[in-house]
């Protein structure tokens, strides 16, 4: 989809912790608009370098979990986990109590959660606009 808007991307994959100083002293040197940081395993793991380095290097970053704005990125932008783990819960029990699996819809997603880190922005002298901020489900300032 970047691409289609006009964006160029490049993927970087890191394989060991020391990996992410290699990666965003690239991302800097390249002059890299912003990042985007998926939540896996190993990322996570590596939650608050990631964040520190991403400040140092002074590169905007977005992850899908609120926990990444909380810990230092710029903002996070996701699905609300509460309410997808209380939707596999009603799941859950429907299947134990005799529902086939395939019987039950697929459903996706409809609360979405936006937190917005002001201290990051400030850091990266950024400014978020009002009306981002007014649909912020949380501010951290």
Known sequence: MASALGFTWQRFRAAAANDYDEIFAR???EHFDAAYIPGTPFNLNNRTRI???AL??????????????????LLAYGQDAFGAMTRAMDYVDKILRGAKPSDLPVEQG???DLLINLKTAK????TVPPSLLARADEVIE
């Open 27 to 29: 991302l800097a040197a």
């Open 51 to 53: 964040c520190q380095l």
């Open 56 to 73: 140092r290097y002074q590169i905007p970053a977005v992850s899908e979990s609120p926990g990444w704005a909380r810990e230092g990125l």
């Open 110 to 112: 409809t609360k979405f």
């Open 123 to 126: 850091a990266l002298g950024l």
